[in-house]
């Protein structure tokens, strides 16, 4: 017997199981079984994958790399420190130029060049 689940993001679409490319930070992690909604594509992982996930992720050095960070002020500048990790992951080095532009009013894009 199958039990047919319902999509909780469209409530039309019907869950079938199948397989999602997962990503962090642009890094690829692997295909993870999910069920996906066969109306919108919206996909859903259970817990077991959530944990292969974060096993990879932590594998590869990504895992938590998302940082809070606290606004200082330098003279007329305002500074924000780049965490260690973060630029170990970006390979930014002291004296690299960089880009670094809004990208919307809430948020902004640090680009290596
Ligand atoms: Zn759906």
């Known amino acids: 017997m199958v039990i047919e689940m319902k999509c909780p993001i469209c409530e039309k679409g019907d869950l079938r199981n199948g397989e999602v490319e997962e990503e962090m930070f ?21 817990e077991e994958a959530m944990t292969k996930i974060e096993h990879k992720a932590k594998e590869l050095g990504i895992w938590g790399l998302a940082e809070k960070l606290k606004v200082v002020k ?6 924000v420190r780049i965490p260690a990790k973060i630029s170990k992951f970006l390979d930014i080095h002291v004296g690299d130029e960089i880009l670094f532009y809004p990208e919307g009013k809430k948020k902004a894009v640090l680009e290596t060049i």
């Open 26 to 46: 642009g890094v690829a992690l692997g295909k993870f079984p999910a069920e996906i909604c066969d109306k919108c594509g919206e996909s859903f992982l259970d």
């Open 74 to 79: 330098s003279g007329n500048s305002l500074v």
